[in-house]
């Protein structure tokens, strides 16, 4: 079975752009979360997506919005980017929503100038 | 509010020591906690998988212990070697059905 695949793996944006991230979880898998990963902060937890509904979301500013398809591929998008929002952004899918085990992606390395 | 934290923050040991890793909690209304690996640069590995009703789980050479009435988690390994160096981090699921990462303690073996 394939694992978690993110793309793109490596991102450059200036100040004020927009990004999009992507995440494809294991074939099955129905739950997909991000997190974003800072020397600062540690990991913290972006949202979480079950069956195309946003079912929790972490405490970060409504410029970071995601959505999920139908084929449970999720979208991450961050706006009007930030020096700040430089960071590791990881993705974790797992069978169902709930208490069940996380599996992660590589991430996404973005870095804004 | 639930928060994480892990002690030691980094540790070095001689190849063949065996080892024990912290993970505290504030928060005992737990669904489950996670222990992961993390190598420079990459994803996190998921190494063992704790429910709330459970006291342990072991997989080879890993062995972890969940306290819940204490608040911690203790994750031994056992006869390390350099390819265990790596980041481990901690991660418990709230009742919220929030997951809320520790800090992480970077771990170096040396051959």
């Known amino acids: 079975k394939a694992g978690v695949t993110q793309t793109p793996r490596y991102l450059i944006k200036t100040r004020g752009q927009q990004v999009t991230l992507s995440c494809s979880p294991i074939s099955g898998h129905r739950s997909v979360s991000w997190y974003q990963q800072t020397p600062g902060q540690g990991l913290q937890f972006l949202f979480e997506y079950f069956s195309e509904t946003q079912r929790n979301k972490g405490n970060f500013p409504g410029r970071f919005s995601g959505r999920q398809f139908s084929n449970s591929r999720s979208e991450m998008n961050v706006s009007t980017l930030e020096l700040g929002d430089s960071a590791l952004y990881l993705c974790?899918?797992?069978?169902?929503?709930?208490?069940?085990?996380?599996?992660f992606g590589p991430g996404t390395r973005l870095t804004v100038l | 509010k639930q928060e994480v934290t892990q002690i030691p923050a980094a540790l070095s040991v001689p190849e063949g020591e065996n080892l024990v890793l912290n993970c505290s909690f504030t928060d005992s209304a737990i669904y489950n906690l996670q222990w992961f690996r993390q190598d420079p640069g990459k994803g996190l590995t998921s190494l063992l998988l704790?429910?709330?009703?459970?006291r342990e789980q072991t997989s080879g050479r890993l062995n972890a212990s969940l306290d819940k009435s204490s608040g911690r988690s203790t994750l031994y390994i056992a006869a390390s070697q350099p390819g265990d160096s790596a980041t481990y981090l901690c991660?418990?699921?709230?009742?919220?059905?929030?997951?809320?990462f520790g800090p992480g303690t970077s771990l170096s073996v040396i051959p």
């Open positions: 704790i429910q709330s009703s459970q």
């Open positions: 991660a418990v699921k709230t009742s919220y059905d929030k997951v809320i």
């Open positions: 974790a899918s797992s069978s169902r929503a709930g208490s069940n085990e996380q599996f």
